[in-house]
């Protein structure tokens, strides 16, 4: 038999999929796989039960229904400040996943370079390789997650295709400031680089902090794709609907990619989530201080436990740090958590480029009373899990 591809010999499963898998088989309270246990809002699951009896069950317009493109396109005309057309400028995909692989498909030659700033989700490094690329990795540097402007520089000297974005990011909860995105789009501009952002927490950032969508940026809107989703925004994070916004060239070349990969994204889930794209200012509001409180209460649970831990500016995760308890393996520890303590997470290292291990990631999108769960089985973890 003849070799498999020699692209994903070194592929793993996910390691935050494989920590929801361990979570079930131990009746871990699961806050490693990011997503919510409460109920998406009542406007989309009204029309959700509507669209089950209409006639929206074959296949949609393959880069996405076009009231939804429409629908997008307002919205994301509002909050990005920019001129969207629903015809020229989006492509609807299966997830924000869906939404990446597309856009680094349709940018990267085999051969081509890609800067990648670490800690990164996981997604990005095989979505470069996948494409036949090489991943540059860009340290973020803890606690503040900041980057080194001459080690980015050095990444950009070696001519990248394309720089990932990932803002507010997953992992580490870093809001980009804007003199940072502003830098990142001088190198962009100075060595002619696309940059390709996801931006799928971009309405869970928590006061002082404020988002900032690069292709607003001066000279940016022409080399950017961005990459997003509905999943986070509306919990749904099952239906899988993601989207690109792009300059019109950009945005062609993806509806040829998108259709080979997956023809399009589900037609009954498109219709029924177009009433939360007309929701006001006062949603996004609510959903801001609903996960301002997930997050303080969690937090406050970790001070009163003694644990150490990273403050998100944005997205709704947080990396514990387990250094103290003295192991080497930190997938040794999220199992040994999940069997002794009963709570599930994933390994900070499947997040960094570098030798991390010591960081684990665990998010709050839940119900208070889950949340509550979580932190009383927590409360033993000094005595179930001892320092080596």
């Known amino acids: 038999m003849q070799k498999?591809?020699?692209r994903t010999s070194e592929f793993t499963d996910s390691v935050i999929r494989r920590m929801?898998?361990?979570?079930n088989q131990y009746g871990a309270v699961n806050l490693s796989q990011g997503f919510p246990?409460?109920?998406p809002?009542?406007?989309?699951?009204?029309?959700?039960?509507?669209?089950?009896?209409?006639?929206?069950h074959q296949y949609s317009t393959t880069w996405g229904a076009q009231n939804l493109r429409e629908a997008l396109a307002a919205k994301q005309t509002r909050y990005m400040g920019l001129p969207i057309d629903p015809n020229e400028n989006i492509v609807v995909t299966c997830g924000s996943t869906e939404a990446m692989m597309a856009a680094m498909m349709t940018v990267a030659n085999p051969g081509d370079k890609v800067v990648i700033f670490s800690p990164f989700y996981e997604n990005y490094g095989a979505d470069t390789i996948l494409s036949g690329a090489e991943p540059i990795y860009v340290p973020l540097t803890p606690p503040s997650f900041s980057f080194d402007p001459e080690v980015l520089e050095d990444a950009f000297r070696q001519r990248p295709k394309a720089l990932v974005l990932c803002n507010p990011s997953n992992p580490s909860g870093k809001?980009?400031?804007?003199?940072?995105?502003?830098?990142?789009?001088?190198?962009?501009?100075?060595?002619?680089?696309?940059?390709?952002?996801?931006e799928v927490y971009e309405h869970i950032v928590y006061e002082p902090y404020e988002h900032v969508y690069f292709a607003s940026l001066p000279g940016?809107?022409?080399?950017?794709?961005?990459?997003s989703?509905?999943?986070?925004?509306?919990?749904?994070?099952?239906?899988?609907?993601g989207y690109t916004i792009a300059p019109p060239e950009i945005t062609d070349r993806i509806k040829k990619v998108h259709d080979f990969l997956t023809v399009g994204a589900a037609a009954p889930l498109q219709e029924a989530v177009i009433p939360g794209l007309k929701f006001g200012l006062e949603y996004y509001e609510q959903l801001r201080q609903d996960y301002t409180h997930r997050r303080d209460l969690f937090v406050n649970g970790l001070d009163r436990i003694g644990l150490g831990y990273t403050f998100p500016q944005g997205a709704y995760y947080i990396l514990l740090d387990i250094g103290e308890f003295g192991y080497d393996s930190d997938l040794e520890f999220c199992e040994t958590l999940a069997r002794d303590v009963g709570v599930g997470a994933v390994p900070g290292s499947s997040f960094f480029r570098e030798p991390v291990n010591h960081l684990i990631r665990l998010h709050f999108?839940?119900?208070d009373d889950t949340l509550y769960e979580a932190l009383n089985r927590m409360e033993s973890i000094y005595k179930k899990i001892p320092k080596r």
């Open 4 to 6: 498999l591809s020699q």
């Open 20 to 23: 929801t898998r361990i979570s």
């Open 37 to 39: 246990d409460f109920d």
């Open 41 to 56: 809002p009542k406007a989309i699951l009204d029309r959700l039960a509507e669209v089950s009896r209409e006639d929206f």
């Open 175 to 198: 809001v980009f400031t804007h003199q940072e995105l502003e830098f990142i789009a001088y190198l962009a501009a100075k060595y002619d680089a696309y940059v390709i952002t996801d």
């Open 220 to 227: 940016m809107w022409e080399r950017t794709i961005s990459c």
């Open 229 to 241: 989703s509905l999943s986070k925004t509306f919990s749904i994070t099952g239906w899988r609907l």
């Open 365 to 367: 999108a839940k119900k």
